[in-house]
């Protein structure tokens, strides 16, 4: 019963190094997501795959690249880190019909010091 | 362009006493809509989703939303809260075109004995 696993949970990053945050499902769900939440903004989603091979740009994509790397796991990248993109990133999975909801892990926090 | 509004940030109330909180969404057509919670270093958990039919729709942990598409409404309400309902609460609508959410702010609900 793992759901949504997120690795690390924890991350401290200096300005400029990169990292690159796991995500995998069990569920074997079609779509996979990765969010990032800050403080009184909610959820915005960084990138998105709808399906395995595919992946498409959300809300905020600059400065992140994501890897779709066979249909369990889907991961995120940040080439550059950079202050701003202190925040905690979670990463979700739905079957993919719109009418199925997300399933959601327990997040990153990543600090960018 | 589609956004959800969770016009509280903060509410307290009291242990046993009612509970409503506020989503208004604005969107070309009826949306399909969900409440998730988010306990402090969590994820997020699906409370309930409305996606057409009986506008009063059951959730989890005593939790319902009524769907109201006159006012563009969605609001969660609990008769009797308890300490354990202490917790982020966040509206989400989904856009169809590739299954993206789009996530209200937040409420963060505080409960006092």
């Known amino acids: 019963n793992a ?46 795959s709808a399906s395995e091979g595919t992946t498409d740009k959300g809300e905020v994509p600059n400065g992140y690249n994501v890897s779709r790397l066979n ?29 199925q909801p997300q ?7 990543l600090s960018i010091l | 362009a589609q956004s959800v509004t969770q016009p509280d940030i903060h509410i307290t109330v009291s242990e046993g006493a009612s509970l409503e909180l506020r989503c208004n969404y604005s969107y070309g057509a009826t949306p399909y809509l969900f409440w998730y919670v988010q306990s402090p270093g969590q994820g997020l958990q699906l409370l309930l989703k409305y996606f057409s039919g009986d506008t009063l729709v059951q959730g989890i942990k005593g939790f319902e939303a009524e769907f109201k598409r006159s006012q563009s409404s969605f609001n969660l309400r609990k008769p009797s809260v308890h300490w354990s309902d202490a917790a982020e609460y966040f509206c ?22």
């Open chain 1, 71 to 99: 249909k369990r796991e889907f991961s995120l990248r940040l080439e550059s880190a950079a202050p701003s993109q202190t925040s905690v990133y979670f990463c979700a999975s739905s079957k993919g019909s719109s009418n």
């Open chain 1, 103 to 109: 399933h959601f892990g327990d997040g990153t926090r």
């Open chain 2, 92 to 113: 989400a609508a989904l856009m169809t075109y590739g299954n993206k959410l789009v996530f209200g702010a937040g409420t963060i609900l505080r409960v006092k004995s």
């Open chain 1, 3 to 48: 759901g949504v696993t997120q690795t690390p949970k924890f991350q401290v990053l200096k300005t400029g190094q990169s990292m690159t945050l796991q995500c995998a499902q069990d569920m074997n769900h079609n779509s996979m997501y990765w969010y990032r939440q800050d403080p009184g903004m909610g959820l915005r989603l960084i990138y998105y």
